[in-house]
C-alpha cells in the first residue's frame, strides 16, 4: 500500500477525520441532564455573569484552544484553501491532546482579509484559553498575530513563526556550548523571510546575537538597509548594514546558519566558507537547504540539524507547542510573552543534556542517544518535555506578570502533569516521596548494566536511595565515564576483593551447612554469584535492601534472596504481587509469581501482605478472595480452599474490607453486588484480587498487560525477613527507579 493509499485510509476508515467530542460528566440519568442542561445548568451561567473569570471554573474554556487558519500556507503544499487545510489543524488538534492533553477545536476561515481572521477570532475569546494561528502566509501572519496580541486577554501564538524558532534556538545554545562560542559574538545568517526565518532571527537577537551579526536572507538575496525590491515592514525590521548582497557572500565566516527556505540552497562551497566548528539549522521540508551526510562530507565539523526525523537533531514543532500551551493555560496567562518562549528554549535546551529514558531509546530503534554533536534537541517522543517546558514556561508566566492564577506548588503542579502521562506515575509519585524522606541504603548486584547505573544516577540525583553498584570497579568506573553519567562518588564493591568476602563466606556456611553447602561451595557463591553478596549484605546490615534481575531469570534472583534472608519466622513462606494499572484504575493482583498451589493459610497470608503494601502506596486495600464460584454457589474443594481463605483472613485482620469465595465479574460491578449479594462485604469496588494458583495469577497479569492495556509494575515481594525485591529482565530504567522506591519504603518500614 502506497503512503498515498495508506494516509486516505487512515483518515476515512470508521468515524471519519481524527478528532471527537466527548462528555466529561455522566448523562445517564435524567437528574444528569438536569444537571448538565436545564434548569441545572443556569446556575454556572448567573456565576460567570457576575464574575467572568468564573467561566475558567465551570466550563471547559481553561482547557480549550482554538486552531485557527485560513490554509494560505499549508506545510509543503502553500496556499491550497481553508477546506483543504483541515486534515492538517485536526492533525494539530490530535497532537495537542495527545501530548499535552490540551482540547482543540480546529477553526477554518475562508477568507484572506487580515482584518477579517482578526474581528472574527477576536470575537471567539470567550470560547477559548488560547489561540494558535496556523498556516497563514506571511507577511500577513506577523499583522494577524500582532494586532489580536494587542486586542486579546489570552495567549495568541503563531506555530509557524515561534515554535520553530523556539527548538532550533535550544539546539543552538546546546551546539554554541559544545564547540565552545559565545552567543554574543556569533555570526549568524537566516536562509528565508518567511514566517518561521524572521520569527528565527528576532529569537536570536533576543538571546543575545548582536543584531547587526544576524543576517536575513530570501529569494532576492541580502536583506540589506536601502533595499526596497520584494521587502515589507517586518523584513525592514532585520535589514542589515553589511555590503553582503547573496548568500553566498553572507556565508562567509559564518558561525551558524538557519535556512527554512529550500532544498539545496546551502552549496558545499558556502558550508565550507562558514567559520570553524559550523552550525548548521537546514530546516526546509520535506527536503532540507542541505543533508547532513552532505554536510559532513564537505565539513567533518559541522553539526546539523534538519525537520526530517529520519536524521539526528531533529527540528520538530511538536516539542513546543503543546506543552508551551499546557503551561500558558494552567496559569490562565493573559498572553504568551518574550520570557515564556525564552523560558521553553532553555528547558529544551537543559533536558537534551540529561540521561535519555529507554522508552524514547525503545521508540528509535534503539539508538544511542546522547548529548553531543548528534543529539543537541531532545526527541519529540521524550515524555520529560511536558514535564520541563510547561512548568518552566508557566514560571516565567507568572514571573513576567501575565499569570492570573499563579501556581503555589511547583512540585505538586509537575506532579499532577506526570499523573497526565501515566495513572502509575501518579501513583508511584506518592511511594517515591515517601522514599525521599528518608533515604537507604540499595544494592545493585548487577552494578556493571548500563540501565542499572543509568538508574543509579537519578536515583541519587532525585535523593530516593542511596546506590552501591557491586562488580569489577575498574570496569564499572570506566563505563561511568563512556556514559558521561555523574557517579564520581558513588560506593562500588568488588565481591572478588572485598575485605568483607570472608565474613560473609563464613556466615553463608554456617547457615547453610546442613542444606547442602560446603564451605567450598559458599566461596563459590559469594565469589562468583553477586546475588548472594548483595543479599548477605542486606543480612549483615550492610545494606538496607536489594534490587537485582535486570539480566536473570527471575528464579535466578530470588534463591540467593530466600536462601540467605528467607522468610518472616511467621510466614508459611514469601508472596508475589503486581500493581495493575489502567487509566482510570489501579488493581492490585498476588500471587502471581511465588506459590503454585496455596494452601487456605497461604492464601490468607497473601491477602493480608497484599493489603499491608497497598497501604503504602496511600490506597485502602479492598480485597477479593477470587474463585469460580460466589459466596457458596458451587461446593468443590478448590472454593472450599477460598472460602476457607477468606474466613481466615477476618479472623486475622478484622479491620481488613475482604470478601469471598467471589468471581471476578462480581467483585468489579456494583449493580450486580447491590441487587444479588448485598450483605457482601465488598460493593464491586475491589482493588486487590488474590487468585487461587498461581497459575490463574501469573496468565491473568500477563495477559492484562498485553491485551487489556494494563501497566505491570512489579513484581513486588512480601515475606522476606529484610526487604529484597526482584526486577524482571529487559526491564527498562524507569521500572527500576519504581522498583527502587518500593525497595526504600520497606527498608524504611523495616528499620522502624
Known amino acids: 500500500m502506497s503512503m498515498r493509499e495508506e494516509a486516505l485510509k487512515y483518515h476515512s476508515s470508521g468515524r471519519k477525520g481524527k478528532i471527537e467530542v466527548i462528555t466529561t460528566k455522566p448523562c445517564a440519568t435524567s437528574h444528569d441532564l438536569a444537571l448538565a442542561y436545564s434548569p441545572g445548568v443556569a446556575e454556572p451561567c448567573l456565576d460567570i455573569e457576575k464574575n ?19 490554509g494560505t500556507a499549508v506545510l509543503g503544499l502553500g496556499d491550497i484553501g481553508a477546506m483543504a487545510g483541515k486534515p492538517v489543524m485536526e492533525g494539530k488538534g490530535v497532537l495537542f491532546k495527545s501530548f499535552a492533553d490540551v482540547d482543540v477545536f ?17 470575537l471567539l475569546e470567550p470560547t477559548f484559553g488560547g489561540i494558535n494561528l496556523e498556516d497563514i502566509k506571511g507577511p500577513e501572519c506577523f499583522y494577524i498575530e500582532e494586532e489580536l496580541k494587542k486586542i ?24 554554541l556550548e559544545i564547540v565552545g562560542k559565545d552567543v554574543t559574538k556569533v555570526k549568524m545568517v537566516v536562509n528565508g523571510a518567511g514566517a518561521a526565518g524572521i520569527a528565527c532571527a528576532n529569537l536570536a537577537v533576543t538571546m543575545g546575537i548582536d543584531k547587526n551579526n544576524v543576517i536575513l536572507c530570501d529569494t532576492k538575496g541580502v536583506i540589506y538597509k536601502g533595499r526596497t525590491a520584494g521587502m515589507n515592514e517586518y523584513k525592514e525590521r532585520l535589514a542589515a548594514e553589511t555590503e553582503a548582497r547573496t548568500l553566498e557572500d553572507a556565508m562567509v565566516g559564518a558561525d551558524i546558519f538557519f535556512g527554512v527556505s529550500a532544498k539545496g540552497a546551502l552549496s558545499a562551497n558556502m558550508l565550507r566558507s562558514m567559520a570553524k566548528d559550523p552550525i548548521v539549522f537546514a530546516m526546509a521540508n520535506p527536503d532540507p537547504e542541505i543533508t547532513p551526510p552532505e554536510a559532513k562530507e ?18 520538530n514543532n511538536v516539542l513546543c507547542f503543546p506543552f508551551l500551551f499546557r503551561g500558558a493555560l494552567d496559569v490562565h496567562a493573559s498572553a504568551i510573552n518574550d520570557e515564556m518562549k525564552l523560558a521553553a528554549v532553555k528547558a529544551l535546551a537543559d533536558l537534551a543534556k540529561l540521561d535519555v529514558p529507554d522508552s524514547v531509546r525503545k521508540a528509535y530503534a534503539g539508538e544511542d542517544i546522547r548529548f553531543g554533536r548528534e543529539y543537541i534537541i531532545p526527541k519529540p517522543f521524550d515524555p520529560r518535555v511536558l514535564l520541563y517546558v510547561a512548568p518552566a514556561v508557566a514560571q516565567a508566566a507568572m514571573d513576567s506578570g501575565v499569570a492570573r492564577r499563579p501556581i503555589l506548588d511547583m512540585q505538586k503542579y509537575r506532579d499532577s502533569l506526570e499523573a497526565l502521562q501515566s495513572r502509575s506515575k501518579q501513583i508511584m509519585r506518592s511511594l517515591i516521596n ?18 542499572i547505573l543509568r538508574a543509579a544516577q537519578i536515583l541519587i540525583k532525585e535523593k530516593i536511595a542511596i546506590p552501591i553498584l557491586l562488580g569489577d570497579e575498574k570496569e564499572i568506573r570506566s ?32 547457615m547453610r551447612q546442613r542444606k547442602g553447602i560446603t564451605r567450598a561451595g559458599a566461596k563459590r557463591r559469594i565469589k562468583v554469584n553477586n546475588n548472594y553478596f548483595g543479599a548477605m549484605m542486606v543480612q549483615k546490615g550492610d545494606a538496607d535492601t536489594m534490587l537485582s534481575g535486570i539480566n536473570h531469570h527471575y528464579p535466578e534472583t530470588i534463591k540467593p534472596a530466600l536462601e540467605v534472608i528467607g522468610k518472616h519466622e511467621e510466614l508459611s513462606r514469601v508472596h508475589g504481587m503486581y500493581m495493575m494499572v489502567f487509566k482510570k484504575k489501579v488493581v492490585f493482583f498476588a500471587d502471581t509469581t511465588v506459590t503454585i498451589d496455596p494452601t487456605a493459610e497461604e492464601l490468607a497470608e497473601t491477602a493480608i501482605l497484599a493489603a499491608e503494601e497497598v497501604r503504602k502506596f496511600d490506597i485502602i486495600p479492598k480485597v477479593a478472595m477470587l474463585s469460580f464460584s460466589n459466596f457458596g454457589s458451587t461446593s468443590h474443594p478448590l472454593t472450599s480452599k477460598v472460602k476457607k481463605a477468606t474466613a481466615l483472613v477476618k479472623e486475622q485482620a478484622p479491620d481488613l474490607i475482604v470478601d ?35 497459575q490463574s495469577g501469573n496468565i491473568s497479569y500477563k495477559l492484562l498487560s498485553k491485551l487489556g492495556g494494563a501497566e505491570a509494575v512489579g513484581p513486588i515481594l512480601m515475606g522476606t525477613k529484610k526487604p529484597v525485591h526482584v526486577l524482571q529482565r529487559g526491564d527498562d530504567v524507569a521500572d527500576v527507579i519504581n522498583m527502587a522506591a518500593v525497595a526504600v519504603v520497606d527498608a524504611q518500614e523495616n528499620n522502624q
Do not use: W
Open 106 to 122: 480546529d477553526i477554518e476561515l475562508n477568507t484572506k482579509d487580515s482584518d477579517e481572521i482578526i474581528r472574527t477570532v477576536k
Open 479 to 510: 563505563r561511568i565515564k563512556e556514559m558521561k553519567l555523574e557517579l564520581g562518588d558513588i560506593e562500588i564493591l568488588d565481591p572478588l576483593t572485598c575485605d568483607k568476602r570472608g565474613n560473609y563466606i563464613d556466615t553463608l556456611f554456617e
Open 298 to 315: 564537505v565539513r567533518g565539523d559541522v553539526i546539523i540539524g534538519t525537520g526530517r526525523s529520519d536524521y539526528m537533531n531533529q527540528v
Open 660 to 694: 469471598g469465595e467471589i468471581q471476578a465479574n462480581v467483585a468489579l460491578d456494583p449493580e450486580l453486588t447491590e441487587a444479588q449479594y448485598p450483605f457482601s462485604m465488598l460493593k464491586g469496588d475491589a482493588n486487590v484480587f488474590i487468585f487461587p494458583d498461581l
Open 52 to 70: 467572568p473569570a468564573d467561566a475558567y471554573e465551570y466550563t471547559a474554556k481553561g482547557n480549550l484552544v482554538a486552531v485557527v487558519s485560513n
Open 434 to 451: 515517601k522514599a525521599k524522606a528518608n533515604p537507604k541504603r540499595l544494592v545493585f548486584p548487577e552494578g556493571e548494566e548500563d540501565k
Open 152 to 175: 486579546m486577554d489570552i495567549p495568541v501564538f503563531h506555530d509557524d513563526q515561534h515554535g520553530t524558532a523556539i527548538i532550533s534556538a535550544a539546539g543552538m545554545i546546546n551546539a
